[in-house]
């Protein structure tokens, strides 16, 4: 592989706090050579590669920590070739598969399959997180040490929660010896069961079963509770609420040391948009108020929150077409991850630098992993966006597998033009 | 009786009957005062009309139910359609066919209007999606019961002359209650004063953004109302302890005679039915002719009933 030039770029890299005209090389091995300013047009090398940016923004390629492959046992949903292609039309380099598969990935022999899939079928970079209990059933936790050994970047249960409070102070006490990130999907069983939709005023109307935001503060607040006295690594998956919010904030002032994360979906929408029962909108924790949305933004802005999912969810079209209680829950979104996320930044909710390191070097960093930031040395991922162009959500365009976009139609500004993995321009948009 | 203005030759604008929300207050006065010429028709000897001759309705209950289902079918009848009531029991459905394919082949066999009760609230809107037929809600989940909601007006205008003006006490198990939804967004459109009484455990979220005042105390709710609705405690739909028993809710909730003698003298009492006697109303009461209306109620039914059929089939043909 030749030296590649990218030029003309306004390079926005959170991680260094670098947000400047320039330019980016990368070496023959796929590698950041340097970045900077002082990369221009005057200084290249005459027989090496160039790539004029034309004042796109360059960035690194996004870090998703939330997102559903079918594989194995749900191939008609997504598969690793659709999941990627996916990715990639959404600069997305690297993703955190969840294990809520079938069979569930939950011991070392699935994982072995997974890394080969990931590779043989994908271009992006697959962080397979395994389960934290054996076949997520909230009795038996997994081997943590062995499956991490193995590559498992980080344990959760996924869609479940542990319930069990004697397991869970165990889990956390366990793992905290091989330095296991532990990710809780923080929903309490018992609070929400047969809910549907956020409770209120909504699930009032439509005659749907609510889920108190109290489901999510209480398994929160046990989890932290615990982590005083079994620290460990421990990140809260998705928050919804503005009741959460405010526990989180509290406990990270008071110098607890934790990460938490909320899903695109619940920044950008609320409960109002289920409009006559669409179940595309039917999401795992539910869409709330407006007052809990725009909570949840104010938390991305002081810190509460550190990262942004796409909570990826392909659902076959046969699982949607049902009744509301019926219907699977879930929505595709790594393709739109980023546009979505952009809205908040046109619409002046969150800075750009804040909101591009919650999806790079926020998310890499929880994780450990040499990602989410343009550091010398480091594969060259990133993702060149044109933040200004307008452009219309499509089902029918979405490269997922399944189409269940709960942004259908709608208008956003900001798109992926080309997505580079180790080097290589794995994605290009077609003009 | 009919205070209800007589509204200028509007036409429902809607294909399917799945709500009151979807209802305007011109909708609801076309229907009440259709299904006012049915009920002497009903109370005649000769009932049957050819109104509806060479229409097929088809009842798909997919929830247990007498009266509704039977109100449906005695209505199609007597507006001479050909009358077809699905047995779920017995049914594809069973077997693991989607509401959606059931919808697809039963509008193969191109019926006029569809009746669906289903256990899924926005079930009708789904069916309603998918058949080139009127869809008439009769009852989803804990969302709408358009037609109960309907006949109760009926009854309520049949014996005091309108709604505007009065003051209503819907009481009892709000939370799983679809009759009490209904009845709060169209006694709410034709004017009335909505009170609901229910302990805490049975309201719903925000309840009273549906604008309607929230008692949990009988007394206070029932004060000077002029007519009481009793619904009924619902122990299939409940998961897990809502209530300490039965006894419990009966002091504090059932409609007793001196829990009664707050609301008006003439106040009447309804229910959708089935009653749990001694358990939300004292048996007693329920049969009292001077103040009970819950068998007019039944009766009503029917013409109202006839009237939606009417109405809806016309806007398909």
């Keep these: 592989m030749k030296e590649k030039y990218l030029i003309n770029a306004r390079i926005i890299d959170p991680k260094n706090q670098v947000d400047v005209i320039g330019g980016l090389i990368i070496d023959e091995n796929g590698k950041i050579k340097a970045s900077g300013k002082k990369i221009t047009i005057q200084n290249l090398p005459s027989d090496s590669e160039i790539l004029d940016l034309k004042n796109q923004i360059l960035i690194p390629g996004l870090v998703d920590m939330r997102v559903f492959v079918g594989e194995p046992g749900y191939e008609y949903k997504e598969n690793f070739r659709t999941l990627s292609d996916a990715a990639l039309s959404g600069g997305v380099t690297s993703v955190v598969s969840m294990p809520n598969t079938l069979p569930v990935i939950d011991n070392v022999s699935m994982v072995d399959f997974l890394k080969r899939r990931g590779r043989d079928k994908s271009k992006i970079n697959i962080f397979p997180a395994a389960s934290l209990t054996k076949n997520t059933d909230g009795k038996q936790m997994t081997e943590f040490g062995l499956l991490k050994r193995k590559g498992i970047a980080a344990f959760t249960d996924g869609t479940k929660t542990v319930q069990d409070p004697q397991l869970m102070s165990r889990i956390m006490s366990f793992a905290s010896q091989s330095e296991s990130l532990i990710m809780q999907h923080a929903e309490d069983n018992i609070l929400s069961k047969g809910g549907l939709i956020n409770d209120g005023e909504i699930s009032t109307r439509l005659g749907l079963q609510g889920i108190p935001s109290l489901a999510e503060k209480i398994i929160v607040e046990r989890d932290l509770s615990f982590l005083e006295e079994y620290f460990c690594r421990y990140h809260i998956s998705q928050v919804s609420s503005e009741k959460t919010v405010s526990t989180i904030r509290l406990a990270k002032k008071a110098g607890k040391i934790f990460s938490a994360g909320v899903s695109i979906n619940n920044l950008s929408l609320n409960e109002n948009d289920i409009g006559d029962f669409r179940t595309f909108l039917k999401l795992s924790p539910p869409l709330r108020t407006e007052n809990d949305r725009l909570a949840l933004i104010e938390g991305v802005n002081d810190g509460s929150i550190d990262v942004i999912v796409s909570d990826h969810k392909p659902q076959d079209e046969e699982s949607k077409r049902l009744t509301f209680a019926q219907a699977a829950t879930g929505a595709a979104g790594v393709e739109t991850l980023l546009p979505l996320a952009l809205e908040l930044y046109h619409n002046n909710s969150i800075k750009l630098d804040k909101l591009i390191a919650t999806m790079t070097s926020n998310p890499a960093k929880i994780l450990q992993i040499n990602k989410g930031s343009l550091d010398t040395g480091n594969d060259a991922d990133l993702c060149i966006l044109d933040i200004n162009k307008p452009w219309v959500v499509k089902q029918h365009e979405l490269k997922s597998k399944s189409k269940n976009t709960p942004i259908e139609d709608r208008k956003l500004q900001g798109i992926v033009t080309n997505t580079f993995v180790k080097g290589k321009n794995v994605f290009c948009r077609n003009k | ?317």
């Design chain 2, 1 to 317: 009786m009919a205070i209800i203005k007589k509204p200028k030759a509007v036409k429902i604008k809607q294909n399917h009957l799945l709500g009151i929300q979807d209802l305007s207050f011109s909708d609801v006065s076309e229907i009440i005062n259709e299904a006012k010429t049915f009920i002497q028709l009903n109370r005649s000897s000769s009932k049957k009309m050819d109104l509806l001759r060479g229409k097929t309705q088809i009842n798909l209950f997919f929830e247990p139910s007498t009266r509704t289902q039977s109100s449906f079918e005695l209505a199609g009848k007597r507006l001479g359609a050909d009358v077809m009531s699905m047995n779920i029991v017995n049914s594809a459905i069973k077997k693991g066919e989607t509401l959606i394919d059931t919808a697809m082949t039963l509008n193969a066999m191109h019926p006029d209007i569809i009746v669906i009760r289903h256990q899924d609230s926005g079930a009708p809107n789904l069916l309603s999606q998918k058949v080139n037929c009127a869809v008439i809600n009769a009852g989803d989940g804990r969302r709408e019961h358009p037609t109960q909601a309907l006949l109760d007006a009926l009854t309520i205008i049949n014996r005091r002359g309108k709604v505007e003006g009065l003051k209503i006490a819907i009481c009892g198990d709000i939370l799983h209650s679809r009759v009490a939804r209904s009845n709060i967004y169209l006694m709410n459109m034709l004017g009335a004063e909505v009170n609901i009484v229910a302990p805490k455990t049975l309201l719903p979220h925000s309840i009273e953004r549906l604008g309607v005042k929230v008692f949990t105390d009988m007394k206070k709710g029932l004060d000077k109302c002029d007519i009481v609705m009793m619904l009924r405690l619902q122990n299939e739909r409940m998961q897990g302890s809502f209530l300490p028993s039965p006894r419990e809710y009966y002091e504090y909730f059932g409609l007793t005679p001196d829990k009664i003698s707050v609301a008006k003298k003439d106040a009447l009492i309804m229910h959708p039915g089935p009653m749990n006697r001694g358990v939300e109303i004292d048996t007693n009461l329920a049969d009292d002719i001077n103040r009970s209306v819950i068998r007019e109620q039944v009766e009503l039914g029917v013409a109202v009933r006839m009237a939606c059929l009417k109405l809806f089939c016309k806007k398909i043909s």
